[in-house]
């Protein structure tokens, strides 16, 4: 090989690997806002403030493209379904907003409150049909390298949002298993920034529940 082809396959090169690094790069960065948006998002859960849903669809926005990328389907797909979700909490946070009747005539926030006991079952059974059928999904139709774990991570998750927008406390303890069992699964695929998101998520859905069950405490006693 002479001379001048060596010195256009060199730069030929070069260029292939600046692209990737610049791919890689904007990849990386694309995460990092995704994982900003989401410590913003579960900060206002945290504060049962009601911007989170409009956050929130931002942050699904992101994740979208985030997991489809690193062919995490379910998870991608879960957060086409947050979009949606979002919006009905938006709606039903907002639509549960009562005028109290004393003189200042304040606006009531929607109340925390348990899952009623005539729910649990049906939540159970909900949370296992979806877990198996997507698992089956991801078997079959995807590569995805984990169907099991992200079929579990994603009917969880579809369900304790649904028991967010209720404003249900029980809904922290789900995030803190979808959060521990996710955390693992986007270390091992080396979504990094994303798996950090997820330790501190661990974290703050556990303060989370507390904080949940003191405001709920105070409004019993009001």
Not at 123 to 137: C, E, K, P, S
Not at 167 to 196: A, D, H, R
Request: proline share 4%.
């Amino acid at each position: 090989m002479n001379t001048p082809t060596l010195i256009a396959s060199d730069y030929f090169l070069f260029l292939r690997a600046f692209q990737d690094c610049l791919f890689m790069s904007t990849e990386l960065i694309f995460e990092i806002i995704g994982a900003v948006i989401g410590l913003v998002y579960l900060y206002l859960e945290y504060k049962a403030d009601v911007w989170l849903w409009p956050v929130g669809i931002l942050m699904s926005l992101f994740y979208v493209v985030i997991f489809f990328h690193g062919k995490f389907y379910a998870d991608a797909a879960i957060y086409l379904y947050y979009i949606g979700a979002n919006t009905y909490g938006l709606f039903q946070w907002t639509r549960s907003r009562q005028k109290t009747t004393t003189e200042n005539d304040n606006s009531a926030e929607m109340p925390i409150t348990h899952v009623p006991a005539k729910r649990v079952l049906p939540l159970a059974a909900v949370t296992l049909v979806l877990w198996m059928v997507l698992y089956l999904i991801l078997k079959t139709v995807t590569d995805s390298p984990v169907p099991l774990g992200d079929a579990f991570t994603t009917s969880v998750s579809i369900v304790a949002t649904w028991m967010l927008a209720q404003k249900y406390i029980e809904q922290w303890w789900l995030w803190v298993v979808v959060n521990i069992v996710s955390t693992m699964l986007y270390f091992w695929k080396g979504l990094y920034p994303t798996g950090v998101l997820f330790c501190v998520y661990v974290i703050v859905a556990i303060l989370g529940y507390f904080r949940w069950r003191k405001e709920m405490v105070q409004d019993d006693n009001m």
